[in-house]
Nanobody
Framework: QVQLVESGGGSVQPGGSLRLSCAASGTIFSFNAMGWYRQAPGKERELVASIISSTNTNYVDSVKGRFTISRGNAKNTVYLQMNSLKPEDTAVYYC??????????????WGQGTQVTVSS
């Protein structure tokens, strides 16, 4: 079974940086799009960033200029470089990858989540 595995979370002070990584374990996949969601306790899940290619990326307004999403050449890996972290960035971060199975169906794969905590 294919699974996305995440790493790189941790605890940092405001203004610090973290780099999250996510890759498929088992059979390699070439995802059409990959990205990161986050969810804080008591809040709804939020799409943070997504990427199709280096020239086709999107970010939620709150992280623009601070976060950078990228993907590896194998197209089954995705990274999130997080700089100038703020306490409000604290959440569990989940990566995902999308595959268009058919003309009519898209399947999404998800990571297990990694905790990011930003506090003094």
């Amino acid at each position: 079974q294919v699974q996305l595995v995440e790493s790189g979370g941790g605890s940092v002070q405001p203004g610090g940086s973290l780099r999250l990584s996510c890759a498929a374990s088992g059979t390699i996949f070439s995802f059409n799009a990959m990205g990161w969601y986050r969810q804080a306790p008591g809040k709804e899940r939020e799409l943070v960033a997504s990427i199709i290619s280096s020239t086709n990326t999107n970010y939620v307004d709150s992280v623009k200029g601070r976060f950078t999403i990228s993907r590896g050449n194998a197209k089954n890996t995705v990274y999130l470089q997080m700089n100038s972290l703020k306490p409000e960035d604290t959440a569990v971060y989940y990566c995902y990858g999308d595959i268009a199975e058919t003309m009519f169906r898209v399947r999404a794969y998800w990571g297990q989540g990694t905790q990011v905590t930003v506090s003094s």
